[in-house]
Structures are given as structure tokens and as C-alpha cells.
């Protein structure tokens, strides 16, 4: 019985170990979802958030050259200026929602590692209007190689 | 016309799951034959109007009749004619009519085998995978239709998500979907010895082979599903803990646990409770993880849609766990264990200590996937936890798991002297230390990856030892090398198998590992002619073309790409517009090698094809995750083949 017993004591000690293990993990890498309003409340530098929304129309540079990419957040109430360096990514754009991995910098402007567009899911009949756009694409790039 | 006679199919199998269930129960409760012969012709008249579904699921993708929603939302006049058959199961409704197809063909098998073989659980069995398959055409029925008419008719329809457009969509949901829905096999199979209360030996070992079928399917559907990951999304990764991951990852961690823990109740009489509790928490997992991605409630990259249909998974998963444990606790007298634990230092605790680890994983990865809605619903502050998390709890542990993978096999049932450790794994942990030396001398100072790459070497160092040693015995009985060495694999396939699984484990490890530690990228804008370099490779740009594609239209780069032995390759990733969506889709290209691959992602560009924005990675060692996976899915299908240990 005692045998048992060992086996018993020798497997809590690892169970509150793993636990333990856990709820480091938690608190070391839990992220906080904030807008750009309770981020400008309270902004503590070097802390990583999540920051979302809207990226503001007109606000959108991209410099191909430097890689440098920057634009504004807003949920309508504050505005948040966010730099980024790496190309836009697949679903971004403006007037659209956007969710950045970040930390707030120094210089009064947040710095994001991370871009995570959001995808709508919104039905959009094809062939509507939208692709002239493309036509237009493929006419100057076939105009240039050909 | 094609909709209604789908509905019609769905709501008759409906109907007919509920009393096939229950004529099954009244057949074995009155001991009347002509009950279960009811029954077991109500599953033959399932798997026929199920398939009758798809029937006419296909022939309306086939012929574009976008007068059903799910045609119309999944498939336009442009899409490729494979890609019609997959859009099939492309969306939510239409793969839970893959779903009940594939319970409703387990069923049919349950049935041909088990009927004069089982004949005691068979009947239980029965209702048990005929309830489950109730409430899937219930799901057809009502949250989810996949047959539900759209009006008025769309002149094209919108076109399958662009992403799914690839050949691993063809058999990744099938294997991912197997594997889920083969796990209903054994959870049938538990229950029906719970009720019946024969909670002996024969149930236990039907219930092993046919989870490593389950495992098989699933551990395929990961492993394809990774490579569509890394080869599709472009971002040069290959699993991103994402919920739909863990939804996949959970289960298949469960059944390990179970396929492991299993053999000490086959040994030693002991654990079955615990066992009964695995089969029910992976089956439990599989509808859980339905759950977490068709219901919408998490934001995930690919969590796809929103409804009811999230309500109807969680009444029923509580229900189908309400149950099983209340059976569990009926019946708990008979589930006493009839062997006792001898030692610390004996196979049985290992085995104990590999369940405690498996479960602590699936537990994190439970934890860390609900931790965001459990803290919005909670404390109402939205947070997330994303990779870190997962990579600093799992690490460890995974790394823990290798360690007793290269233990468990060799150690000593009940006690292990000190010769039994020392004749099985001086040698290996020798070769695992010298290894992990080697490296360090080679400027490897990542001290995670030193301890994968020396467990990785001891591990396979059992398995050699242990596979020498046999081989050997079997040359000393006459046999010839290739009998012996191949031979060992068919004649004891089951521990051999394993084996087997466990090299494949390895490879992946290493994939993983030097994946992780050493690859690099790149990104950067360049000119026509201008070149970009990182670790040897050269690329340089060379202009855009564009092209009509049948449903897209596709802006492709070329690029030049030369090493330092003045070796060459064309590189074309490209980056396509799709009408349907509002933004392009990259589409990667890459060179896959054995040590390294080159990979290479198209972003931003100039209109008129003078500059292009590129991404350049050499992703090192992830081959080997590939090739670990056959390695993988081949020992699990040499455990499968029957036992030869035992005269069938």
C-alpha cells in the first residue's frame, strides 16, 4: 500500500509542477485586447497589447523603399498612430478593421510586430463593378512585358 | 428539385437513426432477433439516403445549380472542375454531410464484422453509432442545411473561399474527418461494455485497433494539413496554434494517451477506469472541436461560421459526456484494478507518467485556447494568448514525452534492476550526450535544441539497441538478413509498428526543432535586376507579368535565383485577385530541399512592374517533418495489419 501511496505523493509533486508550468505561461504571454481609447488612458511602454481598430482613411503611408508602414487606428473616439516595418499585408486596407501586435513606444507612437487584418465576411456578388480596378492592372503590366 | 429530394434524404435518415437506435435497444432487451435485423437494415437505409446526399451534392456543383445556397456560396462558373467536387466539402454544411457519411460507412463495417463475432456488445454498439449519427442528421436537419434553396437564383454563384483551391484540400478534411468520426467506433464500443457490463479483455483490444485507425486518419489529416499551411497561407510556417489546430491537436493527444495506457491494462489489469475516461474524453474532443470552430465563438484565422448550429453541438456533447460518466460511475465495482504498481522504476510507471504528460498537454492546449473567452466572459477583459504561451508550457513537456518515448519500450515491466537499466540505455544515453557535445562544438549554443537533438539521438539509440538485439536473435534461428531484419517488422508488427511511430516521431522532432532554431528570412523592396541575398541564395527580380486565370486574375514575379555553385532556379511566386475578394491572395513558390528550402512570398508592387516588395526565407530541416509523417503514418498502418502474436 505504501508503494501506492508513493506513486500518489510522486505524481502531485508533478501535477502542481505542470501547474505550476501553466500558470507562468499565463501570465507571462497573456496579451491584452485594448482600443485605441483604453490604450491612450493608461499607456504603459514596452508592454505588448493587441490594438484594434479601424484603420483611418487618408492616414495609410507605405514606403516600399524602407519598408516603412505606418497609419492611424481609431474606434471613433481616439486615434492611435501606428508604425510597422514589412509590406501590407493580405487584407489590409483602409476604412477596414485591423487588429496590430505591438508595444507602445517612447516617441508617443505604437509600435507593431505583428499585422492581423480582419477578414469580412460580408457576400459580395462577383463581377459587380469592383474589378475594373484589375483590368486596368493587367492591361499596364501586360503593356510593360510584352 | 435536386434540394428537395436532399432534404427529403436528410429528414427520412433522421428519422430513421432515431428508431434503428431504439429498435436496437428493444432487440436486445426482449432478446427478439427481428428487432436487431430492424435495426441493422436502418443503418444499410442510412448509409444509403447519406449517400444519396452527396450524390446530389455533387451533381449540383457539377451542373452549377446555384438554386442551393451552399452551391452558390462555394463554387462560381469559374471554378476548376476539381475544385467543384471539393467544394463539396469546402463549407460547414456540406462537411457535415461528409461527416455523417463517413460515421454512416464505420456503422456499415461495425455491422459486417462485429454482428456474429460481438454478438453480446454488437447490439449496444449499434444504437450507441446510430444515435450519434441521429444527431448529425439532425445538424442537416435544422442548424445546418445543406440542401437550403436560395432565392432568387444568382445568375453565377460566389466562388469557393480562394484559399482552398489546392490539392491538399482534396485529402486533408477527408483524413482530418476519418479520424474524427473514427473515434465514435471505440466510444461505442465502451459504452456498450459499460452497459453491459462486460468490462473484460476482448472489448479493450477491438477498442485499441480501431483508435490506431482513428489516430492514422487523424495524424494524416494533421500532417496534410500542416503542409497546406506552409505551401498556401505564405507566412513559412507550418502550425500556428490556432483553434482550429488545437481542436485537431486535442484529440489526437488523448488518443495517444490512450493507445499507450491501454497496454498496462492488457498486462496488468489495471487502469480501466482510466481508460474508459480517455475514450470518452477524445470522443468528447472530437465534438468539442467541432464546436470551438463551426460555431464562430473564437476568432480564428479559418473559423468559418456563425448560427445555431454552435447550441446543438454543446447540447449534445453535454448530454453524450453526461452519459458516458454516469454509466462510468454505475458501474465503477467493476472497474477495479486487478494488478498493483510494483516500482518507481518500471514500464508501468512510465506509461503512467506519459498519460500525466499527454493529458497535462491537452489540458494546455484546452486551456489556452478557451482562456480568451473565459476571461471575456469572466472579468470582461478581451486577451489573447497566442503562440508563447503554447511554446512555453508544451516545450517542456514535449520534450519530457521524448524522453520516456526512448525509457518506455526497453524498461522492465514491474521493477527494472539495475542491469535491466543499465544493459538498455548506457549506450543510448552515451550516444545522446556525445551528440549534444558535437553540436556545441559546432557553435549550437540553443540549449532547448541541444537537449531535442541529444534525446532525439538517445531515443533512436533504443531503438536500435532494441532492434539489433532481435534482429540478431532471429539470424541465430536461421534466418537470412532480410528475413530478419523485415520479417521482425510483419511478425511482430504491433510492438515493431510503434516503433516505427516513434522514428517518425523523431524525424518530425528534429524538423521541428531545427526548423525553429535556424531558419531565416528576409524581406525587402527591390528593382527590376536588383537582387536580395540571405544564406547563400541569390534572388534577383526580374519583372511581373499578369495573366486571366478561369476565376482569377494573377500578377506573377519571376525571379532568378542562384547559389554559390552557380546552380539556378526560376522562382514565380505570384499574388492573384480574386473577384470575390477584397484583397489579393499571395501564392508562394519555393524549392524544397532536404536540408534547407527557399521559399519566397510576392507582397507589395509597383503597377507598372518596376519594383516588387519580396519576402525571402530559407526554412531549414522542415522537410523532415514530411518525411517523419510517412515514417509516422507507416508504422501506424503496420499496427493496424492483426496480431501475429497470437494464432487469429
Same mark, same amino acid.
Given at each position: 500500500?505504501?508503494?501506492?501511496?508513493?506513486?500518489?505523493?510522486?505524481?502531485?509533486?508533478?501535477?502542481? %509542477? #505542470?501547474?505550476?508550468?501553466?500558470?507562468? =505561461?499565463?501570465? $507571462?504571454?497573456? +496579451?491584452?485586447?485594448?482600443?485605441?481609447?483604453?490604450? @491612450?488612458?493608461?499607456?504603459?511602454?514596452?508592454?505588448?497589447?493587441?490594438?484594434?481598430?479601424?484603420?483611418?482613411?487618408?492616414?495609410?503611408?507605405?514606403?516600399?523603399?524602407?519598408? %516603412? #508602414?505606418?497609419?492611424?487606428?481609431?474606434? =471613433?473616439?481616439? $486615434?492611435?498612430? +501606428?508604425?510597422?516595418?514589412?509590406?501590407?499585408?493580405? @487584407?489590409?486596407?483602409?476604412?477596414?478593421?485591423?487588429?496590430?501586435?505591438?508595444?507602445?513606444?517612447?516617441?508617443?507612437?505604437?509600435?507593431?510586430?505583428?499585422?492581423?487584418?480582419?477578414?469580412?465576411?460580408?457576400?459580395?456578388?462577383?463581377?459587380?463593378?469592383?474589378?475594373?480596378?484589375?483590368?486596368?492592372?493587367?492591361?499596364?503590366?501586360?503593356?510593360?512585358?510584352? | 428539385?435536386?434540394?428537395?429530394?436532399?432534404?427529403?434524404?436528410?429528414?427520412?435518415?433522421?428519422?430513421?437513426?432515431?428508431?434503428?437506435?431504439?429498435?436496437?435497444?428493444?432487440?436486445?432487451?426482449?432478446?427478439?432477433?427481428?428487432?436487431?435485423?430492424?435495426?441493422?437494415?436502418?443503418?444499410?437505409?442510412?448509409?444509403?439516403?447519406?449517400?444519396?446526399?452527396?450524390?446530389?451534392?455533387?451533381?449540383?456543383?457539377?451542373?452549377?445549380?446555384?438554386?442551393?445556397?451552399?452551391?452558390?456560396?462555394?463554387?462560381?462558373?469559374?471554378?476548376?472542375?476539381?475544385?467543384?467536387?471539393?467544394?463539396?466539402?469546402?463549407?460547414?454544411?456540406?462537411?457535415?454531410?461528409?461527416?455523417?457519411?463517413?460515421?454512416?460507412?464505420?456503422?456499415?463495417?461495425?455491422?459486417?464484422?462485429?454482428?456474429?463475432?460481438?454478438?453480446?456488445?454488437?447490439?449496444?454498439?449499434?444504437?450507441?453509432?446510430?444515435?450519434?449519427?441521429?444527431?448529425?442528421?439532425?445538424?442537416?436537419?435544422?442548424?445546418?442545411?445543406?440542401?437550403?434553396?436560395?432565392?432568387?437564383?444568382?445568375?453565377?454563384?460566389?466562388?469557393?473561399?480562394?484559399?482552398?483551391?489546392?490539392?491538399?484540400?482534396?485529402?486533408?478534411?477527408?483524413?482530418?474527418?476519418?479520424?474524427?468520426?473514427?473515434?465514435?467506433?471505440?466510444?461505442?464500443?465502451?459504452?456498450?461494455?459499460?452497459?453491459?457490463?462486460?468490462?473484460?479483455?476482448?472489448?479493450?483490444?477491438?477498442?485499441?485497433?480501431?483508435?490506431?485507425?482513428?489516430?492514422?486518419?487523424?495524424?494524416?489529416?494533421?500532417?496534410?494539413?500542416?503542409?497546406?499551411?506552409?505551401?498556401?497561407?505564405?507566412?513559412?510556417?507550418?502550425?500556428?496554434?490556432?483553434?482550429?489546430?488545437?481542436?485537431?491537436?486535442?484529440?489526437?493527444?488523448?488518443?495517444?494517451?490512450?493507445?499507450?495506457?491501454?497496454?498496462?491494462?492488457?498486462?496488468?489489469?489495471?487502469?480501466?477506469?482510466?481508460?474508459?475516461?480517455?475514450?470518452?474524453?477524445?470522443?468528447?474532443?472530437?465534438?468539442?472541436?467541432?464546436?470551438?470552430?463551426?460555431?464562430?465563438?473564437?476568432?480564428?484565422?479559418?473559423?468559418?461560421?456563425?448560427?445555431?448550429?454552435?447550441?446543438?453541438?454543446?447540447?449534445?456533447?453535454?448530454?453524450?459526456?453526461?452519459?458516458?460518466?454516469?454509466?462510468?460511475?454505475?458501474?465503477?465495482?467493476?472497474?477495479?484494478?486487478?494488478?498493483?504498481?510494483?516500482?518507481?522504476?518500471?514500464?508501468?510507471?512510465?506509461?503512467?507518467?506519459?498519460?500525466?504528460?499527454?493529458?497535462?498537454?491537452?489540458?494546455?492546449?484546452?486551456?489556452?485556447?478557451?482562456?480568451?473567452?473565459?476571461?471575456?466572459?469572466?472579468?470582461?477583459?478581451?486577451?489573447?494568448?497566442?503562440?508563447?504561451?503554447?511554446?512555453?508550457?508544451?516545450?517542456?513537456?514535449?520534450?519530457?514525452?521524448?524522453?520516456?518515448?526512448?525509457?518506455?519500450?526497453?524498461?522492465?515491466?514491474?521493477?527494472?534492476?539495475?542491469?535491466?537499466?543499465?544493459?538498455?540505455?548506457?549506450?543510448?544515453?552515451?550516444?545522446?550526450?556525445?551528440?549534444?557535445?558535437?553540436?556545441?562544438?559546432?557553435?549550437?549554443?540553443?540549449?532547448?535544441?541541444?537537449?531535442?537533438?541529444?534525446?532525439?539521438?538517445?531515443?533512436?539509440?533504443?531503438?536500435?539497441?532494441?532492434?539489433?538485439?532481435?534482429?540478431?536473435?532471429?539470424?541465430?534461428?536461421?534466418?537470412?538478413?532480410?528475413?530478419?531484419?523485415?520479417?521482425?517488422?510483419?511478425?511482430?508488427?504491433?510492438?515493431?509498428?510503434?516503433?516505427?511511430?516513434?522514428?517518425?516521431?523523431?524525424?518530425?522532432?528534429?524538423?521541428?526543432?531545427?526548423?525553429?532554431?535556424?531558419?531565416?528570412?528576409?524581406?525587402?523592396?527591390?528593382?527590376?535586376?536588383?537582387?536580395?541575398?540571405?544564406?547563400?541564395?541569390?534572388?534577383?527580380?526580374?519583372?511581373?507579368?499578369?495573366?486571366?486565370?478561369?476565376?482569377?486574375?494573377?500578377?506573377?514575379?519571376?525571379?532568378?535565383?542562384?547559389?554559390?555553385?552557380?546552380?539556378?532556379?526560376?522562382?514565380?511566386?505570384?499574388?492573384?485577385?480574386?473577384?470575390?475578394?477584397?484583397?489579393?491572395?499571395?501564392?508562394?513558390?519555393?524549392?524544397?530541399?532536404?536540408?534547407?528550402?527557399?521559399?519566397?512570398?510576392?507582397?507589395?508592387?509597383?503597377?507598372?512592374?518596376?519594383?516588387?516588395?519580396?519576402?525571402?526565407?530559407?526554412?531549414?530541416?522542415?522537410?523532415?517533418?514530411?518525411?517523419?509523417?510517412?515514417?509516422?503514418?507507416?508504422?501506424?498502418?503496420?499496427?493496424?495489419?492483426?496480431?501475429?502474436?497470437?494464432?487469429?
Amino acid at each position: 500500500m505504501s508503494t501506492q501511496r508513493k506513486f500518489v505523493a510522486g505524481g502531485l509533486v508533478i501535477v502542481a %509542477a #505542470l501547474g505550476y508550468l501553466i500558470w507562468s =505561461g499565463v501570465t $507571462q504571454s497573456v +496579451v491584452y485586447f485594448v482600443t485605441p481609447s483604453e490604450l @491612450l488612458a493608461a499607456p504603459v511602454a514596452n508592454k505588448t497589447y493587441r490594438l484594434g481598430g479601424l484603420v483611418l482613411p487618408g492616414s495609410l503611408t507605405w514606403d516600399a523603399k524602407s519598408l %516603412a #508602414l505606418s497609419f492611424t487606428l481609431s474606434d =471613433g473616439k481616439a $486615434q492611435v498612430p +501606428v508604425r510597422h516595418r514589412g509590406a501590407p499585408p493580405d @487584407l489590409f486596407a483602409e476604412g477596414r478593421g485591423a487588429v496590430v501586435e505591438g508595444a507602445w513606444a517612447r516617441g508617443g507612437y505604437f509600435q507593431a510586430s505583428l499585422i492581423l487584418a480582419k477578414h469580412s465576411e460580408e457576400y459580395k456578388a462577383p463581377h459587380d463593378g469592383a474589378d475594373p480596378g484589375y483590368k486596368e492592372l493587367l492591361k499596364s503590366l501586360r503593356g510593360k512585358d510584352k | 428539385m435536386i434540394a428537395e429530394l436532399g432534404y427529403a434524404a436528410t429528414v427520412v435518415g433522421f428519422v430513421l437513426a432515431l428508431y434503428g437506435a431504439m429498435a436496437g435497444v428493444i432487440g436486445v432487451r426482449t432478446g427478439r432477433a427481428d428487432w436487431l435485423r430492424t435495426s441493422e437494415r436502418a443503418a444499410v437505409g442510412i448509409w444509403i439516403l447519406i449517400t444519396a446526399c452527396m450524390a446530389l451534392m455533387l451533381y449540383a456543383f457539377l451542373t452549377f445549380d446555384f438554386s442551393v445556397r451552399y452551391v452558390a456560396m462555394n463554387t462560381n462558373r469559374g471554378t476548376p472542375f476539381y475544385y467543384r467536387i471539393t467544394a463539396l466539402w469546402g463549407a460547414l454544411e456540406g462537411s457535415i454531410v461528409l461527416w455523417a457519411w463517413m460515421l454512416s460507412i464505420y456503422t456499415l463495417i461495425v455491422v459486417v464484422r462485429y454482428r456474429r463475432r460481438q454478438p453480446e456488445l454488437y447490439p449496444w454498439v449499434l444504437s450507441v453509432m446510430l444515435g450519434i449519427l441521429a444527431f448529425f442528421l439532425l445538424v442537416m436537419s435544422i442548424p445546418a442545411p445543406p440542401f437550403e434553396r436560395l432565392s432568387p437564383i444568382p445568375p453565377d454563384g460566389r466562388g469557393l473561399n480562394p484559399l482552398l483551391e489546392d490539392s491538399g484540400m482534396i485529402t486533408h478534411p477527408v483524413a482530418l474527418y476519418l479520424g474524427f468520426t473514427g473515434f465514435s467506433v471505440p466510444f461505442a464500443f465502451a459504452m456498450a461494455a459499460l452497459i453491459v457490463g462486460r468490462t473484460g479483455d476482448e472489448w479493450i483490444t477491438i477498442t485499441r485497433r480501431w483508435t490506431i485507425v482513428a489516430w492514422y486518419f487523424l495524424s494524416l489529416g494533421l500532417l496534410i494539413g500542416g503542409w497546406w499551411s506552409y505551401h498556401v497561407l505564405g507566412w513559412g510556417g507550418y502550425w500556428a496554434w490556432d483553434p482550429v489546430e488545437n481542436a485537431a491537436f486535442m484529440p489526437w493527444l488523448t488518443g495517444t494517451a490512450f493507445l499507450h495506457s491501454v497496454m498496462i491494462q492488457e498486462r496488468r489489469r489495471m487502469l480501466k477506469l482510466w481508460n474508459l475516461t480517455l475514450i470518452i474524453l477524445t470522443f468528447g474532443l472530437t465534438l468539442f472541436g467541432t464546436f470551438l470552430t463551426r460555431s464562430g465563438i473564437i476568432g480564428s484565422v479559418h473559423s468559418f461560421t456563425q448560427g445555431s448550429i454552435g447550441v446543438f453541438f454543446l447540447a449534445f456533447l453535454a448530454l453524450a459526456l453526461l452519459g458516458a460518466f454516469s454509466l462510468l460511475a454505475w458501474r465503477t465495482d467493476h472497474l477495479r484494478a486487478q494488478g498493483e504498481l510494483d516500482s518507481a522504476v518500471s514500464r508501468e510507471s512510465v506509461f503512467l507518467l506519459n498519460n500525466l504528460f499527454l493529458i497535462a498537454a491537452t489540458f494546455t492546449v484546452f486551456f489556452g485556447t478557451v482562456f480568451p473567452l473565459l476571461s471575456e466572459a469572466a472579468r470582461g477583459v478581451k486577451v489573447s494568448v497566442g503562440a508563447p504561451f503554447f511554446n512555453l508550457v508544451n516545450i517542456p513537456i514535449f520534450l519530457a514525452l521524448l524522453f520516456l518515448m526512448g525509457v518506455g519500450p526497453l524498461i522492465a515491466w514491474r521493477r527494472a534492476s539495475a542491469e535491466n537499466l543499465k544493459r538498455n540505455f548506457l549506450k543510448p544515453v552515451l550516444a545522446g550526450i556525445v551528440a549534444a557535445a558535437v553540436l556545441r562544438l559546432f557553435g549550437v549554443g540553443n540549449v532547448l535544441v541541444l537537449t531535442a537533438m541529444a534525446l532525439v539521438v538517445f531515443v533512436a539509440g533504443t531503438i536500435t539497441l532494441d532492434y539489433g538485439r532481435a534482429v540478431r536473435a532471429r539470424r541465430r534461428s536461421g534466418d537470412g538478413w532480410s528475413a530478419a531484419t523485415w520479417g521482425l517488422l510483419l511478425r511482430q508488427n504491433r510492438r515493431y509498428g510503434g516503433f516505427v511511430v516513434h522514428l517518425g516521431i523523431l524525424v518530425i522532432a528534429l524538423g521541428v526543432a531545427g526548423s525553429q532554431a535556424w531558419s531565416l528570412q528576409t524581406e525587402t523592396t527591390l528593382e527590376k535586376g536588383q537582387s536580395v541575398e540571405l544564406a547563400g541564395y541569390r534572388v534577383r527580380f526580374d519583372g511581373l507579368s499578369a495573366s486571366e486565370e478561369s476565376n482569377h486574375f494573377k500578377v506573377t514575379g519571376a525571379f532568378t535565383m542562384t547559389t554559390g555553385r552557380s546552380s539556378f532556379a526560376e522562382l514565380r511566386p505570384a499574388r492573384k485577385f480574386y473577384p470575390q475578394e477584397q484583397t489579393p491572395i499571395a501564392a508562394v513558390d519555393y524549392r524544397l530541399g532536404w536540408v534547407e528550402d527557399v521559399y519566397l512570398v510576392l507582397g507589395d508592387f509597383a503597377r507598372d512592374g518596376s519594383r516588387a516588395t519580396v519576402k525571402l526565407q530559407v526554412n531549414r530541416l522542415v522537410s523532415w517533418l514530411w518525411i517523419g509523417g510517412l515514417v509516422l503514418t507507416l508504422g501506424a498502418a503496420l499496427a493496424i495489419l492483426p496480431d501475429h502474436r497470437k494464432p487469429a
